[in-house]
């Protein structure tokens, strides 16, 4: 699968045919959250429809059969504000049908937003920042009620513990928490504004939800957080999670988002190497090739040192897949700066990429002390030269690895449904023929072709 200039998140559920049964009735309030935005995002999702299951509510598939409607938003991405009101803005018509019908925005937009919704947006009647869904519930409950609900404090203790989300997610690979905020301060980044400062999961807790997990048959863990390797509780690091965490029976496969660069220790990169169950996939946010758009940034590292990183990883982790995140545009880019970023990808060689364009977000360090200055047409023709580039290495990662014979573990159906889809452990996609195995079994199959984002089995 090609990751090429994507926006990370769940997508909207269909419009049901016309012809589809009415749904039967509810145990009680029914409620439709629908998530943009990142992994992180999806997590907070399900915890949220976990602490509304045990308030009485259900969970439904079509907006239109809702009592309650919450947009789980990401601040992250370019033009996130506008993407937030044009599609509450889609959803307000089954207003008409059902006039009691609550509207919710959580998540990282909800403190960006708290004071415009009431002017812009006067249909929605609850505002939930990322550190109030304990009392989501309660906070449903009063906004149904008529009142006009608000709570975006941040919390620097809270990491939710000992509460289970109820994902929407194929059953095979699961997502745990580890992390919660950020301490980086990157000068484009609202991350420490929106969701607080660093805390760690304790260990007890990553341990009880990846055996819950696995207990409930899924087959690969996902850990999350903003910079998932600075991972630390007392004397724990990173890599004694890991440890600990490839030792659950049933648990095959470990990966994790999004690392930081600077954080990778000897120990850690030793720790990946020897555990078989860690993926050989690690995606490693670049931003730029440009040592002075580097600093501009705050990244906290230079681009020999970023390269250096990327050659012991390398040597340590054989067939390693690397994924990136690619900057163009920001505060002061030069020709030369953008060049260098081009060079980096040609030196590096990614096998994908998350590529976008650099936008003003209002609360960050650039917004307030550097300036946006290159023309929107200039950062669109350097962002279709990146993609131009990376196309080309993604499509010759995939190609490289016709002939071989992988082992695929198989999530579910093809989006057209005539064949299976899975993931080698660098997180390539695979098609499977019907047959092949069933959904969360391993399987060794060899490679005959490629789309140039998919791998094809034979």
Not at 44 to 51: E, F, K, M, P
């Amino acid at each position: 699968m090609t990751r090429l200039v994507q926006i990370r998140g769940t997508k909207p559920a269909p419009a049901p045919p016309a012809n589809a049964p009415e749904l039967p009735p509810a145990a009680g309030p029914r409620v439709y959250v629908e998530t943009l935005g990142c992994q992180m995002n999806e997590a907070d999702s399900a915890l949220i429809v976990g602490q509304l299951a045990a308030r009485g509510y259900v969970r439904v598939p079509d907006p239109a059969a809702a009592d309650v409607i919450l947009l789980n938003t990401c601040a992250v991405r370019e033009k996130a504000e506008e993407r937030v009101y044009g599609r509450t803005s889609q959803l307000l018509r089954h207003k008409k049908d059902n006039p009691a019908l609550v509207f919710g925005i959580t998540g990282c937009m909800a403190e960006h937003l708290r004071d415009k919704v009431q002017k812009q947006a006067p249909h929605i009647g609850l505002v939930a920042g990322p550190d109030s869904y304990r009392r989501i519930g309660v906070l449903v409950d009063r906004a149904r009620a008529g009142e006009r609900v608000v709570d975006v404090t941040l919390d620097r203790d809270e990491t939710y513990e000992g509460l289970d989300g109820v994902p929407d997610d194929d059953g095979v690979s699961g997502q745990v928490t580890i992390q919660r905020g950020c301490d980086k301060f990157c000068t484009f980044c609202v991350v420490p504004y929106t969701r607080g400062r660093e805390r760690g999961v304790a260990p007890r807790e990553v341990l009880r939800q990846a055996r819950h997990l696995a207990e409930r048959g899924y087959k690969e863990i996902v850990l999350l957080g903003q910079t998932v390797n600075s991972y630390v509780w007392d004397d724990a690091s990173f890599a004694d999670l890991l440890r600990a965490l490839a030792a659950i029976d049933g648990i095959e496969r470990i990966r994790f988002t999004s690392p930081y660069p600077v954080d990778f220790t000897a120990q850690l990169i030793a720790t990946m190497a020897e555990l078989d169950k860690v993926c050989p996939y690690i995606h490693l946010p670049a931003q730029s090739g440009s040592d002075r758009m580097l600093t501009a940034m705050k990244r906290g590292y230079s681009r020999a040192e970023f390269v250096d990183l990327v050659a012991r990883l390398r040597a340590a982790i054989p067939d390693l897949a690397l994924s990136t995140d690619l900057m163009v545009g920001f505060c002061g880019e030069t020709e030369d700066d953008h060049a260098e970023t081009l060079s980096l990808m040609r030196e590096v060689r990614f096998d994908s990429a998350f590529m976008f364009r650099y936008s003003d977000r209002g609360i960050t360090y650039a917004a307030r002390k550097l300036q946006d200055d290159v023309p929107d047409e200039v950062k669109g023709r350097r962002l279709q030269e990146v993609i131009e580039l990376q196309e080309q290495h993604t499509r010759a990662s995939h190609q490289a690895r016709v002939g071989k014979r992988e082992r695929v573990l198989i999530s579910g159906l093809s989006h057209r449904g005539d064949r299976l889809l899975g993931r080698t452990p660098r997180f390539q996609s695979v098609l499977l023929p019907l047959g092949t195995g069933t959904p969360g079994q391993t399987v060794e199959v060899d490679i005959a072709a490629t789309t140039g984002h998919s791998l094809i089995a034979g």
